[in-house]
């Protein structure tokens, strides 16, 4: 790849590949997009260093105003990461040091290693294929986690939940019921809830953050880097009494060119009325993959928010399919379009363009999918 530029990348040969990962979802506007390069280019000729600890810049701070304005009150404090790794890690702590816990339960697809514990991911339905867990079974494995005799990670000792409100591995997001049913269970027992949206901000899902389509509000939002185009601003916002209770093992402040891609980013979502495009472009996607999916045994569940649609891919009788999957995925590049996979089997084709897609350009990705589904299945 030698340049990037709207939602292609080209190679040497000046070839165009159109990119639905959106850069692994840290190109928001897509690449090069004119407004973030004008506010970096006019920040390097101003001030490229970060001064802290002598103080902090003044487009960090206002920047920060900016954020405030589009959440709640308590949600107004934030800390800045390195990457969106850090940010999950530095929630954690948060959450350990303020409430004097040692526990941390993720509510995940597979386990990662990185929560204390983990239970399954609640599917919104059990879906045709076998092994999914909905609601009932991750309330169930959350109830017995944390049993006061009997569970492994008492109620009393939790300090957070953590949960993506749209799974990155494959976009699927629960029913309003277990979001209520989650958000009683933590005020219950003083557990703070954290909402991993490192997939999910910044208007992918048709609103500024997925948890806004939930019916709760977290206690601690996580955040990754594609608010700045790839520049590092992954962030945590919390209350602003948790910030000053909180110890920070490494504090970081944001870098200025950071700092001002991410306002002009924000500037772009709201003058271009990206976050509508972002609705009225994944309900395109939608419509188109379950008229086919209507047609198809092996086109399983076709779910999604806004722009972030995933299609499952398997086999009657048998399940989610990866090496299927793989098949569609490799006749898309050869037909210059990228399709991301995703899933415990890597069964998912994820849709994820950048939020300034056009309507012409998902019919172009369509077009191409289904000449690549036709390859497959005629071969």
Known sequence: ITRAEGCYLYDESGAAVLDFSSGQGTALLGYGHPAVLAATQRQLSQLMHNPFPLGHSEIAQQLAASL????????????????????????????????????????????????????PYPYPTAGEWPGRTTLVDTLAALECLMQPLS??????????????????????????????????????????????????????????????????????????????????????????????????????SLNPLAAAAAEATLDVLRQETLLANAAARGQQLLDALRAWQAHSPFLGDVRGQGIMIGLEMGVPARGPDGYLAARVQEECLARSLWLPTAGRDHHVLCWNPPLTITAAQIEQALAIFEESLEEVFDT
């Open 68 to 119: 405030a304005a589009h959440l709640p009150e308590s949600l107004n404090a934030f800390f800045w990461a390195a990457d969106a790794q850090r940010a999950w890690w530095a929630a954690v702590d948060l959450a350990r040091q303020i409430s004097g816990k040692p526990f941390v339960i993720s509510i995940q697809e597979g386990a990662d290693g990185l929560a204390d514990f983990s239970v």
């Open 151 to 252: 569970g492994a990670a008492p109620a009393g000792r939790v300090a957070a939940v953590v949960i993506e409100p749209v799974l990155s591995a494959g976009y699927a997001a629960p029913l309003p019921a277990f979001w209520r049913a989650l958000d009683g269970l933590c005020r219950q027992h003083q557990i703070l809830l954290i909402f991993d949206e490192r997939g999910s901000s910044w208007g992918r899902t048709g609103s500024l953050f997925a948890w806004q389509h939930t019916g709760v509000t977290p206690d601690v939002l996580v955040w990754g880097d594609g608010l700045a185009a790839g520049l590092p601003a992954s962030g945590v916002a919390m209350a602003a009494e948790m910030l000053r209770a909180w110890q920070p093992a490494a504090p970081f």
